[in-house]
């Protein structure tokens, strides 16, 4: 029964060191979840300068905000945000979102629909979003 002891020994320590492998998936998982809330919760709020610090800071070196680019932005109140689907892969994800947006000046409401991509950086142990700020203006 020796070598039955030491398959089963060594099968615990497999399937142990296996789980211990997929522990770093779920961290990454809901690291993913906190930046998307965070970047959903400014956006909500109209916190478009906060929702900008969440840009891949490569994007932002880029395409720098502009102030006439933030007053637009200002121009506006998000009056619902919701997930109509969304696919992670790795260091990627994607989530498409729609977005309830109310003309402040005319209160004219209308729905946009907006691509959020995401990038792990290893680097910096967190989730950045590549493309911007939602463009509430593109038809």
């Known amino acids: 029964m020796p070598g039955f002891r030491q398959t089963v020994v060594f099968a615990l320590v497999a399937a ?3 789980m211990a492998g997929c522990a770093s ?3 990454r998982d809901s690291s993913l979840r906190e930046a ?3 970047w959903s919760a400014a956006i909500r709020w109209g ?3 906060g929702a900008w610090n969440l840009v891949d800071p490569e994007y932002r070196a880029g395409h720098p905000l502009s102030s006439l680019e933030l ?3 200002k121009q506006v109140q998000v009056s619902r945000y919701h997930e109509i689907g969304a696919r992670t892969s790795g260091d990627r994800a994607s989530r ?3 977005i309830g947006v ?3 000046n005319t209160q004219v409401q209308r729905e946009a629909r907006y691509l959020e991509q995401w990038r792990y950086d290893a680097a910096a142990d967190r989730w950045w979003i590549t493309g911007g700020l939602p463009d509430f203006w593109a038809d």
């Open 102 to 104: 109310v003309n402040r």
């Open 25 to 27: 998936t779920p961290d």
């Open 16 to 18: 142990l060191l296996l």
């Open 96 to 98: 498409e979102i729609g």
């Open 71 to 73: 007053e637009r932005y």
């Open 36 to 38: 998307q809330y965070a």
């Open 47 to 49: 916190d478009f300068e």
